[in-house]
C-alpha cells in the first residue's frame, strides 16, 4: 500500500490497537434537518475530543465546523436524493479535487445492493476507490439497506463482500446475528457498525460492545450519540467500549455520570 493511504488509514484506525471511533454527521445530506444536527456544530464540537475521525458532507463541514480542527475528515461524497423518494438514486457529489482541497482522510459513498439503484450506486463506489487509489485517499463503503432487506449475516456479508471485491479499504455496515460472518466476508478490510436509529442508551452500548467482540474495528455511530440526553458522555462510553474493552455496565455509568 502506498505511503499516503497507509498514513491516512492510520489516523482514522489505531494501527496498534486496529480500534476506531468514527462520529456521523453527514445525515443531512438526504435527511435535511436531522434531529440534533439543526445548530451541527453547537451538538458536534464538545464530541469532537473523543472521536477519532469525523464523517461529514463538504457542505456542513464548511458551514458548521472549523478549519482550526484536528481530527481526520471522512468525507460524504454521494447524495442526490432525499427521503420524500428513492433512496438509492445516488450520484457522486463531490470532486476528488474539493476532497483534497478538504484534506481529506477518506472518501464515502453508499451502496444499496439489491436496490433499484443497486448498478448505480456499485459504480459511484468504483469510481471513487479509482479516484482514490489515484491520491492515496483510502474509501469507506456504506452498506445502506433498502426497507426490503433482511439485516441478517447473509444479506450484509454479501453487500460488504461486494464493496470489498470494488475496492473499499473500509466497510462500513450494521450489527447483526452472526456478526463475525460478515467480518470474515471482508477479509482485511476493517468493518465498522453504523449505530442505526436511536435505541435505548444501554441497548446502543451493548450493540457497539458485541460487534467488538465479534470483530469490528469500531462504530461510526451517529444518531445513537448526538440524540442521546447526554451525547458527551455517550461518545465517553462508547470510546471506553472500542478502546478500552470497557464492559457495558461500566461503559453506561460512564453514559451516566
Ligand atoms: C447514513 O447513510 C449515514 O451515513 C449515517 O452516517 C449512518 O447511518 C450512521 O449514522 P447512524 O449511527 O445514525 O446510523
Not at 482514522?12 to 471511533?21: D, F, G, L, Q
Amino acid at each position: 500500500m502506498e505511503w499516503g493511504m497507509k498514513n491516512r488509514l492510520a489516523r482514522i484506525i489505531n494501527p496498534k490497537s486496529r480500534r476506531s471511533v468514527m462520529l456521523a454527521v453527514d445525515h443531512g445530506y438526504f435527511q435535511g434537518p436531522t434531529t440534533g444536527l439543526r445548530n451541527l456544530g453547537k451538538t458536534v464540537e464538545p464530541l469532537l475530543p473523543y472521536a477519532d475521525s469525523l464523517m461529514i458532507t463538504r457542505g456542513a463541514l464548511r458551514n458548521w465546523i472549523k478549519p482550526e480542527i484536528n481530527i481526520p475528515i471522512v468525507l460524504r461524497v454521494s447524495g442526490g436524493q432525499s427521503i420524500l423518494k428513492e433512496l438509492s438514486n445516488e450520484v457522486i457529489t463531490t470532486a476528488i479535487d474539493d476532497a483534497l482541497r478538504i484534506n481529506a482522510s477518506a472518501l464515502t459513498c453508499s451502496i444499496y445492493v439489491g436496490s433499484e439503484f443497486e448498478r448505480e450506486s456499485i459504480s459511484n463506489l468504483s469510481k471513487i476507490v479509482n479516484e482514490g487509489q489515484r491520491y492515496g485517499i483510502p474509501v469507506l463503503a456504506v452498506t445502506a439497506v433498502g426497507k426490503e432487506m433482511a439485516r441478517d449475516a447473509r444479506y450484509l456479508g454479501l453487500a460488504s463482500r461486494i464493496a470489498v471485491e470494488i475496492g473499499a479499504h473500509m466497510i462500513k455496515t450494521y450489527y447483526c446475528e452472526n456478526f463475525s460472518e460478515v467480518v470474515g466476508a471482508c477479509g482485511n478490510a476493517p468493518v465498522f457498525i453504523a449505530g442505526g436509529k436511536k435505541i435505548e442508551e444501554k441497548a446502543a452500548l451493548q450493540m457497539a460492545h458485541d460487534a467488538i467482540s465479534n470483530g469490528a474495528v469500531g462504530v461510526d455511530m451517529g444518531r445513537n450519540i448526538f440524540q442521546s440526553d447526554n451525547p458527551v458522555g455517550m461518545v465517553k462510553a462508547v470510546r471506553a467500549i472500542v478502546h478500552e474493552n470497557a464492559s457495558v455496565d461500566d461503559g453506561f455509568e460512564i453514559y451516566k455520570s
